[in-house]
């Protein structure tokens, strides 16, 4: 049996994942479904590297988890496993990004995402009184994270959300091909995704290809709206 250790997107907690988690239970694995520090239930100050801040935690979980361990990132999350795996490769076995941002070494969150202006929650997104962070509208992005949940559900998760530090978006992915490179990775990539487009989410693949992809006709959140799917293509890397 495998340890999956889910890790939340932007504005997310681990509560994204509370359809999902029993699913994967269900079929003997564990699985953890943390919030990130000063994310989800428990916002407070993160230092100038929220990014780096957030692989440690998670590279922590990691090393004391029972083996194999799979580490699922979900959009900003994409960011989150990379380094955490640079930090401990052979604890991982295998990377899975959930329609996530999948970066090369050097590269940010926001530099990729500019490149979309169609696409994606830039139109939701306001200020706060903390200007490390950055809120978003929580009608504005129904269509967008959520498109095909119920209206009962979209709402819901939109209640929940929190506010994302803006160096989590800017900071630059460290990682090399001697370390995160040799930990197989696992794209699963949703058709109707809003928040990164089936364009955005293939032209990174070819950048950084993966040794499987999984394709899925979802939206940007396929842990609230189908959990049942996603959770039968995780059960197949287990």
């Not at 997104?125 to 498109?147: A, H, K, Q, S, W």
């Not at 928040?195 to 006709?217: F, G, H, K, N, Y």
């Amino acid at each position: 049996m495998a340890t999956f250790i889910l890790i939340h997107g932007a504005w997310h907690g681990g509560w994204c994942w509370d359809r999902l988690v029993p699913l994967l239970r269900a079929e003997g694995h564990e699985v953890l479904a943390p919030d990130l520090p000063g994310m989800g239930s428990e916002p407070r100050a993160l230092g100038a590297d929220p990014l780096g801040e957030w692989a440690d935690f998670t590279a922590e979980l990691v090393a004391t988890a029972q083996a194999p361990v799979i580490l699922v990132g979900h959009s900003r999350g994409g960011l989150v496993i990379s380094e955490a795996a640079e930090r401990a490769p052979d604890r991982v076995a295998r990377l899975v990004y959930l329609t996530a941002f999948l970066l090369a070494p050097g590269q940010s969150l926001a530099e990729v995402a500019e490149r979309y202006p169609e696409v994606g929650p830039a139109r939701a997104i306001r200020p706060t009184d903390d200007p490390g962070r950055l809120d978003v509208d929580r009608e504005e992005v129904l269509p967008i994270f959520y498109n095909r949940c119920s209206d009962e559900e979209a709402r819901a998760a939109a209640r929940r959300l929190v506010a994302e530090p803006l160096a989590a978006l800017t900071t630059p992915l460290r990682i090399t091909e001697a370390r995160f490179g040799r930990v197989p990775r696992t794209y699963i990539e949703a058709t109707d995704d809003r928040a990164i487009s089936l364009r955005m989410q293939r032209e990174m693949q070819a950048a950084l290809p993966c040794q499987a992809v999984i394709t899925l006709d979802a939206d940007h959140s396929p842990f609230v709206s189908d959990p049942s799917t996603l959770a039968q293509a995780l059960l197949q890397l287990a």
